[in-house]
């Protein structure tokens, strides 16, 4: 049974930092990605950044590149997703999803097999 378990989640001004953290469990995850999708109240839920877990190859949306940057600790199954320059409109709940194969940036996330409980991201102006 995999587990995911987020924590980093906050309160933090606009232009600040977070850094989510994201520790997997139940399984190896060679071959596997891992990414992070978002859900702000009232909006479909998103793409923001995936990893290959083996390669570490990575994939962001357009909306955080150059602010986000997904990484993976291999040997404490735990992957990251740090956050600069954050704005009000990265508020949302941040979900970590795990799936065989490859990364998909596309659709809500229906392909994940796996999901956390989530952390809540809150910027304010």
């Known amino acids: 049974q995999v587990q995911l378990v987020e924590s980093g989640g906050g309160l933090v001004q606009a232009g600040g930092s977070l850094r989510l953290s994201c520790a997997a469990s139940?399984?190896?995850?060679?071959?596997?990605?891992m990414a992070w999708f978002r859900q702000a109240p009232g909006k479909e839920r998103e793409f923001v950044a995936g990893i290959s877990w083996s390669r570490g190859i990575t994939y962001y949306a357009d909306s955080v590149k150059g602010r986000f940057t997904i990484s993976r600790d291999k040997p404490k199954n735990t992957v990251y997703l740090q956050m600069t320059s954050l704005k009000p409109e990265d508020t949302a709940v941040y979900y970590c999803?795990?799936?065989?194969?490859?990364?998909?940036?596309?659709?809500?996330?229906?392909?994940?097999?796996?999901w956390g409980q989530g952390t809540q991201v809150t910027v304010s102006s």
């Open positions: 999803v795990v799936k065989p194969g490859v990364v998909v940036t596309s659709s809500s996330g229906i392909e994940y097999d796996y």
């Open positions: 139940g399984r190896t995850f060679s071959n596997y990605a």
